[in-house]
């Protein structure tokens, strides 16, 4: 279980947020389902080889999301109530739409040549899902 | 679990071209700290002070609760220790070795220890002086790590090792920690280690701690701001700007002391914030460095 | 003091210089043979052979396990162990003497029993006897000076001053005249500038091994030619 979770160093992302995404992933793909163990901060840091304090700050965050829940002394649980998780994904889509408005602006692209890029980005991945590519 | 592992409180120690000045160190149990610092900066012989090998001219050290130099015998039973400038006996079998140890300390697992030989890849009979630098590395670490020390001390503990070996070495390092009583402190010139395993983090530079933090603080505190301003505009004055680069209309600003809020004041100012940029420990490192001393030579 | 530590230590030095030890009590060996082939010319060549190799022995064992861990790089590893300077010392001084006195003790009371054996030589005794204790006080030099100094050029120095220091107390000790009238004769003499030689001798080993030791204690040894 603890190896599903991989984290890709040249990722320019901080480690705690690649780590957020993956369980949030896990949870909305349903491989983690409601109410089951994950692993504890400790074990997560030993699998992952990344530092406690970093483990633990992905946590914090994901509790104070919902997405999971910390019991005193007993270890996390994925949060039997998801019902926050699709919340959470479109506040993420705000943030990466304003910054690719900030960045077609940049560029001095129009409004229509942004959308038209965004559908092709859409595209893409519809084709790479049928070709199996990806699940 | 709020007790410390190691406490320096105002340590100092002077040599004829370099001296350590008033050294603060806290370690709490069951954390990792990673110590970065160029070399000649001081990380050599502040371990070595922690370990009691050298004594300070002043100041108190205390390790797992034992006053150092005065305790060292004590506090090294629970100590694993490996540096760079450490050998083995190369007439001998790193078996000899072993053997040698296992008697000494109280907790030492001989299954680890063959374990541990099986995954770094040694094999327990062959003479020391017949390994390569890096056989050499993870036989001194496989010593410490068997005698199960509550805290190990390693001052560069992946220089010289290939990549593999670093993955392995890293990976044991973490599973010392999985017991949260168990603490390490590790110097190092590779930022990539520090940056991931560590929970504290430390700078030293010229025989002075310069900074001192949790890993997360530190990546969250510093960031660069890529402004672009207009024709006639200046640079933004905010506080806690650490450098300036870039040039022209786009000045690059360093920052330690980031907040969300930086970015409107940036834009109420007159220069758009093009971008924000995180850093690695490595560049965070060096801006620090270079920072200071320019501030030192202003 | 953690003797079980200090035993440890011991073992460890003696069994890496177990090859020069055997070779060292070979030439011993041979050397009293030499001794015991009877007759003042062999006497003498296998006195003064002895006494080389005595001297040779303290040298390569106090060189190789003092100075050695320093040439090694073994020291860091030596003092990581669960122990204090002092043990580390006292691990150096003991080890040290335990493989010299007893072969030194048996060359002595060899050359006693050779000259006691003999009644030409009786008159020799005194002057055996102080000669034999005199190498002894030697090797402590040396053992003082590499473990204070931790130096090859300062031990070396030690070294040949010390075998010069030999000679030289030789000489002396032979004409001092409470000595000297009986050197030759067949009697054996013990009077009384024989027992203040003696004492005198003794004294220096207590002080060379004491200071040492006191020395070693108030400076902590600093394991770093400082490179950061």
Redesign the interface.
């Known amino acids: 279980m603890h190896s599903d979770i991989v984290i890709s ?1 040249s990722d ?5 947020l690649q780590i957020m995404e993956q369980v949030k992933q896990r949870v909305a793909v349903g491989d983690w389902a409601p109410g089951d163990e994950i692993p504890s901060i ?2 997560l ?2 699998a992952l ?6 483990i633990k ?1 992905a946590y914090l965050e994901l509790e104070r999301e919902g997405v999971i829940l910390t019991q005193q002394g007993k270890g996390s649980i994925v949060a039997p109530n998801q019902r926050l998780s699709p919340q959470i994904y479109h506040e993420e889509l705000s943030e990466r739409l304003d910054e690719v408005a900030r960045l077609g602006d ?1 560029l001095g692209l129009s409004s229509e040549e942004i959308a038209r890029r965004t559908k092709e980005a859409s595209d893409r991945l519809n084709e790479a899902r049928l070709t199996k590519e990806i699940v | 679990m709020n007790d410390l592992s190691v406490q320096f409180e105002g340590v100092s120690k002077k ?1 004829a ?2 001296s350590l000045e008033n050294i603060h160190l806290e370690l709490p149990t ?3 700290m990673g110590f970065i ?9 502040t371990i ?1 002070i922690l ?5 300070q001219d002043a100041g108190s050290v205390r390790v797992l609760g034992h006053s150092m ?1 005065a305790d ?6 629970d ?1 694993g ?1 490996v ?1 760079e ?8 079998t790193l078996a000899w070795h072993m053997d ?1 140890l296992r ?3 109280p907790r030492w697992d001989q299954t680890y220890a063959m374990e541990l030989a099986r995954r770094f890849d040694l094999k327990p009979q062959q003479k020391i002086k017949g390994l390569s630098h890096g056989q050499r590395v993870k036989a ?1 670490l496989l010593l410490a790590l068997a005698r199960r020390p509550r805290l190990l001390v390693l001052d560069e503990p992946t220089t010289g090792l290939d990549p593999v070996a670093r ?1 392995e070495v ?2 044991e390092l ?2 010392v ?2 017991d ?1 009583d168990r603490t390490i402190l590790f110097s190092s010139h590779n930022t ?1 280690d520090v940056e ?5 983090i430390t700078f030293i530079d010229r025989g002075r701690i310069i900074d001192s933090d ?3 603080a530190f ?1 969250d505190r510093w960031r660069r701001l890529r402004l672009v301003l207009p024709p006639d505009g200046v640079v933004p004055r905010l506080p806690g700007v650490v450098e300036v680069g870039g040039s022209g209309r786009l000045p690059v600003l360093t920052t330690n002391r980031f907040e969300p809020a930086m970015v409107s004041a940036c834009n109420d100012l007159g220069a758009t914030v ?1 971008a924000v940029d ?1 850093m690695t420990l490595e560049e965070i490192f060096v801006a620090n460095v270079h920072s200071r001393r320019e501030r030192l030579t202003a | 003091m ?1 003797w079980s ?1 200090v035993k ?1 230590l011991i073992f ?1 030095d003696w ?2 210089q177990r090859t020069a030890i055997l070779l060292a009590f070979a030439g011993g060996a041979v050397s009293l043979g030499i001794v015991c082939i009877g007759g003042q010319a062999s006497f003498t060549i296998g006195l003064i052979l002895l006494v080389t190799v005595m001297v040779m022995i303290s040298a390569m064992t106090v060189m190789g396990n003092v100075l050695g861990e320093r040439e ?3 020291l ?2 030596v ?6 300077y002092l ?1 580390y010392t006292t691990s150096k001084i003991l080890g040290n003497l335990l493989i010299f006195v007893p072969f030194w003790l048996t060359i002595v009371a060899g050359s006693l029993a050779v000259i006691v054996a003999s009644p030409v030589i009786h008159g020799f005794f005194a002057f055996a006897v102080i000669m034999g204790v005199e190498i002894l006080v030697n090797t402590c030099l040396m053992i003082a000076v590499a473990l204070v100094t931790e130096s090859k050029g300062w031990a070396i120095s030690a070294m040949v001053a010390g075998n010069l220091a030999i000679n030289v107390v030789g000489y002396i000790v032979a004409h001092i005249p409470g000595i000297s009238n009986g050197m030759w004769g067949t009697t054996i003499q013990w009077r009384p500038a024989a027992t203040i030689s003696l004492v005198t001798e003794i004294a220096l080993i207590a002080l060379l091994l004491v200071g040492a030791f006191f020395i070693q204690s108030r ?6 030619s ?3």
């Open positions: 160093q320019g992302r901080p480690m705690y400790r074990q840091a030993v080889r990344v530092s406690v304090i970093t700050r940049l | 040599y071209h370099f069951g954390s990792i610092g160029a070399n000649g900066a001081g990380k050599s012989t070595r370990m009691g090998l050298v004594h130099p060292q015998a004590a506090a090294k039973l100590i220790f540096s400038d450490m050998r083995l006996y190369g007439a001998a040698f008697p000494i300390y001194a993955m890293l990976g973490m599973a920690l999985a949260e990539l991931q395993i560590s929970d504290q949790d890993k997360e990546l093009q995180t | 953690n530590m440890g460890k069994y890496f090694n790089q073994t860091p590893f003092m990581s162990l669960p122990i204090s043990e400076s902590v040894s600093e394991i770093d400082h490179s950061g």
